[in-house]
């Protein structure tokens, strides 16, 4: 069965995570696929919503670990890097359906989001810097727009996880409901946007977007240059090692090249 599973409603198409088994961690393959998906999504108005959830207990736990450390990204275009572009330059509406853990990416990818509604069991964290890495998605410029420097302190230089009450009073997500009620709540929004005229709703979008998008697009890319360092070095080396041996990481014992002078 596919990683990714899609349904067209009308003019809405509903995207599903589908690894439940896994909670939906995306490896490569997968952030291709959504970028292929929100890059033919953005053509027309065949599509005029994009609803976006997981399957099972989980919205998505981030990077798959294991298809992450066989191929890295580097400081060129990744998979990772192809959605980010997509989903910085989708000028319609995405619904999101955030329901248990949505951990790393799974966070960060929703600050692109329009709508994200949390069931009341959503947790989220962005623990980058557990694992000797930085923020992605854009997120080191978003969420410290978003929240204020001194509450993302907390997020991402401590990498603190936080439930979904805590998420709403941060502004990260649009409303907190019944784990029960979560995805007809979503796919009710979605509906209600499908019914709206097409081109006035994207330009309302791409206004709100216009004065940030620039910016995103330089944290986005200064992540990808420090991000693909960071996961090559002795840290992440040590952090990743102790993550797959279920220990805690010694950065104490841990010596990285000092830099050279001029």
């Given at each position: 069965?596919?990683?990714?599973i899609?349904?067209?409603s009308?003019?809405?198409?509903?995207i599903?995570?589908?690894?439940?088994?896994r909670?939906n961690?995306?490896?490569?393959a997968?952030?291709?696929?959504?970028?292929?998906?929100?890059?033919d999504?953005a053509?027309?108005?065949?599509?005029?919503?994009?609803?976006?959830?997981?399957?099972?207990?989980?919205?998505?736990?981030?990077?798959d670990i294991?298809?992450?450390?066989?191929?890295?990204?580097?400081?060129?275009?990744?998979?990772?890097?192809?959605?980010?572009?997509?989903?910085?330059?989708?000028?319609?509406?995405?619904?999101?359906?955030?329901?248990?853990?949505?951990?790393?990416?799974?966070?960060?990818?929703l600050?692109?989001?329009?709508?994200?509604?949390?069931?009341?069991?959503?947790?989220?964290?962005?623990?980058?810097?557990?694992?000797?890495?930085?923020?992605?998605?854009?997120s080191?410029?978003?969420?410290?727009?978003?929240?204020?420097?001194?509450?993302?302190?907390?997020?991402?230089?401590?990498?603190?996880?936080?439930?979904?009450?805590?998420?709403?009073e941060?502004?990260?997500v649009?409303?907190?409901v019944?784990?029960?009620?979560?995805?007809?709540?979503?796919?009710?929004?979605?509906?209600?946007?499908?019914?709206?005229?097409?081109?006035?709703?994207?330009?309302?979008?791409?206004?709100?977007?216009?004065?940030?998008?620039?910016?995103?697009?330089q944290?986005?890319?200064?992540?990808?240059?420090?991000?693909?360092?960071r996961v090559?070095?002795?840290?992440?080396?040590?952090?990743?090692?102790?993550?797959?041996?279920?220990?805690?990481?010694?950065?104490?014992?841990?010596?990285?090249?000092?830099?050279?002078?001029a």
């Amino acid at each position: 069965m596919s990683d990714i599973i899609t349904e067209r409603s009308g003019n809405i198409l509903r995207i599903q995570l589908n690894r439940p088994s896994r909670k939906n961690a995306m490896t490569l393959a997968m952030y291709n696929t959504m970028a292929d998906l929100l890059n033919d999504a953005a053509k027309g108005d065949q599509i005029r919503v994009v609803l976006w959830h997981g399957a099972g207990d989980s919205f998505s736990a981030g990077n798959d670990i294991q298809d992450f450390l066989k191929n890295p990204p580097g400081t060129g275009e990744s998979p990772q890097a192809r959605l980010i572009e997509a989903l910085i330059n989708f000028d319609k509406p995405i619904v999101a359906a955030v329901q248990g853990a949505a951990i790393g990416g799974g966070t960060t990818m929703l600050t692109h989001c329009d709508f994200v509604f949390a069931g009341e069991g959503a947790k989220f964290q962005m623990p980058f810097v557990n694992l000797a890495l930085v923020p992605e998605f854009g997120s080191s410029y978003s969420v410290p727009a978003r929240i204020g420097y001194l509450r993302a302190a907390e997020l991402i230089l401590l990498g603190l996880p936080f439930d979904a009450k805590r998420a709403a009073e941060l502004g990260f997500v649009t409303q907190v409901v019944s784990d029960q009620e979560l995805l007809e709540t979503a796919t009710q929004t979605a509906r209600d946007l499908a019914k709206k005229p097409p081109a006035a709703l994207r330009a309302c979008k791409r206004l709100m977007k216009s004065s940030t998008r620039g910016q995103l697009e330089q944290a986005a890319k200064l992540e990808n240059e420090e991000f693909s360092t960071r996961v090559r070095s002795a840290e992440a080396k040590e952090a990743f090692t102790a993550f797959i041996e279920k220990r805690k990481p010694n950065f104490d014992a841990v010596s990285e090249p000092k830099a050279h002078a001029a």
